[in-house]
């Protein structure tokens, strides 16, 4: 009996042996996974979007304690050279969110981690992420980044110049003619005051402006397979020229500096949600928004812009990291208080039906012309040679808002200058 | 004993000749080498692509705009600014008493952050808001929208150009003044030399060497100009203030094309040099 106690108790001991030394090996094998990484998110959200996403990551660095996320701002003209930069010099921070317009040529860094494989497949990686969005993040087969935020453009009015020129600021214009009509009404009020604001300075800016008259009036871009320049068209020289005549005929909008809308010297200018917080708070006049208004016989349309979230490749660590924070960063509940927080648009049917957006959305009715814009917008062309080609296409359109050149002579410089830039890269 | 002095020098000199090579020498080989190349900055690959990069520079229109750009804008900004500043170190030198005070506030522009200048003359140049519109409207004068026309864009970035320079060529002519032979300027006072005569012929004479450092120093510094312009015009409208380190910036880093951005730089560095070289050539057939 005696003996069987004390093999009991000695097969006991060394139970209680083992079980102690497995314990401490896996709170050592535990300890080795926690071991504390900071990785770097670089991204360009400043103001009220870069306060929202501040609290964002508070909230996931204190839900993972291994891992503290800090977000690096830079303007949106530097983040760029900064991340070529970074890549030159194998220097690149573990996260990243960047413009869509720029993904064609991050993705042919190399540098990028394959999120697909890290978050078991791309379908189970993107859920019900609208298809229009994923473009922007695959690549030969690969899924490299996934949507941030996503929005589009709108017609933002000034109700007090409405009123002002007669018109009704319950009724904004449907119309490429009532626009033209309120703007001429508009901007006979004087003083400077601009009828619509136009963008006209050379770059992305204007390109991204101008396509969703292009495709409202029936004319492309590219064609479909981003090869060939398909806005020299009937339709494109009467988008254009729609535009020129409000400048350079019915003097109801200015050849110049954006920026007159803000100040409450411009009726009307088309612009993203992004800058519906921004408005509710500062603007010196009280505004609405309204879906754009299209020509006669014309279709809908308007332009998606948005970000794109990443992760560099490095050490194992900032990697897993880095994937762990897009995850969380791209479901639907933390998308859904993104954008209550900036105003972006939803970048699924999840989020967007959610009841912290419904609720949202009917708290403020300015973004209503966004919401039901958004399934008309229009993705830019996902090609390297992108940049060169809005640049240039902008910048043969420039002179004729100016009066420079006739319409039809500036698509057609476009449209060559364009055909070049495509064989640029 | 000399070598140990030797090894002394070389560390002493170690830290400054590796910051050197490090940002300086190295990127400039390197931008060289990218220069011949169609790399866009993030690529793994970087093409080889030969003289392409510069034969295509000089059959660009917009190249060719950037460079009567900068021209007009570097000529512009070195003379006038050379010009006024020797006015006002010489009005400075007949105000001894407050001239530090006039002094502060010449230079108080060369210390200016450049993004905060920009933003202040942003304001000042506004059509609706700006003081210098208001105050044309006032004098019933036509007040052009500065920063929006293709007439006006230029010579405002060149004021403000002239305003960021000419403190310092305040300074420099008050130094250069002020370190005049008293005596000369006496004896000139008692031969009844005129006050414009004085200036003719011994003020401007003597201070040839303090105006060609003016104005190669100015020349260097207008050439290469980028802040202000970004910040207030971006190079527009249609390309009447596109110098050329904005096309150079905006080849590179907007439109991914840094092979042909580095071989803008190098073509920018080759006519700097030469200018450069030009200039003391000139200032030392004048000396001889």
Known sequence: MKRTQRSLASILSLAVLATVSLGTGSAIAANKVVKPVTIQFWNYWDGGNGKALSALISEFNKKNPGITVKPVTFPWGDLLPKLQTAIASGTTPALAATDIAWMANMNQSGKLVDLGAALGGIKKATGDIYPSLLTYGLYKGKLQSLP???????LFYNKDLFRKAGLNPNKPPK???????AAIAISNLGNGIQGMEIYVQPGEGLTWQFQPYLWQSGAGFLNKTNTAPTFNSAAGRSALQFLVDLINVDRAATA?????????????????????????????????????????GGVRATNMGGEQIMAFKGKAASQAAAVKFIRWFTSAPIQARWDVATNFMPISDTVANSTVILKHVASEPALKAFIDQQKYAQA???????????????????????????????LANADAAVRKALKSN | ??????????????????????????????????????????????????????????????????????????????????????????????????????????????????????????LLFDPYVGIIDIGLRALHLPAPNWLSDTRWALPAVIIVGIWKRLGFAVIVYAAGM?????????????DGVSGWQKIRYMTI????????????????DAIQVFDHIFLLTSGGPIGSTNVMSLFLYNQGFRLFRLGYASAIGWTLFTVILGLTVLQWQIRRRGES
Do not use: H
């Open chain 2, 1 to 122: 004993m000399q070598t140990r002095q030797t090894r002394t020098a070389y560390l002493l000199i170690a830290p400054a000749l590796l910051l050197f090579i490090g940002f300086t020498a190295y990127p400039f080989i390197w931008s060289a080498q990218i220069s011949f190349t169609s790399w866009d900055g993030l690529n793994a690959v970087k093409k080889f692509v030969g003289f392409q990069n510069y034969i295509q520079l000089f059959q660009d229109a917009e190249f060719r705009q950037s460079i009567s750009v900068t021209t007009i804008y570097t000529v512009s900004v070195t003379l006038i600014s050379t010009i006024l500043g020797f006015a006002i170190a010489l009005m400075l030198q007949r105000r001894k008493r407050s001239s530090a005070i006039y002094r502060t506030i010449f230079f108080s522009p060369v210390v200016t952050a450049p993004v905060a200048a920009a933003v202040v003359w942003q």
């Open chain 1, 175 to 181: 119309t490429w003619a009532e626009m033209r009509a």
């Open chain 2, 205 to 220: 004479p003597l201070m040839r060497p303090v105006t060609t450092l003016v104005l190669i120093t100015g020349f260097i």
């Open chain 1, 256 to 296: 110049g500096q954006w920026g007159a809308f803000d100040k409450g010297q411009a009726g009307m200018r088309i612009d993203g949600s992004w800058m519906v917080g921004g408005y509710r708070e500062n603007a010196p006049f009280e505004f609405g928004t309204a879906m754009l208004p299209i020509p006669e």
């Open chain 1, 148 to 154: 941030a935020s996503t929005n589009n453009l709108s």
């Open chain 1, 380 to 410: 830019r062309p996902a090609i390297a040679s992108y940049p060169a080609v809005s640049d240039a296409f902008s910048k043969a359109l420039e002179p004729a808002f100016y009066g420079r050149v006739g319409v039809a002579e500036a």
């Open chain 2, 178 to 190: 002020s370190s005049l032979p008293v005596s000369c300027f006496e004896a000139a006072d008692l």
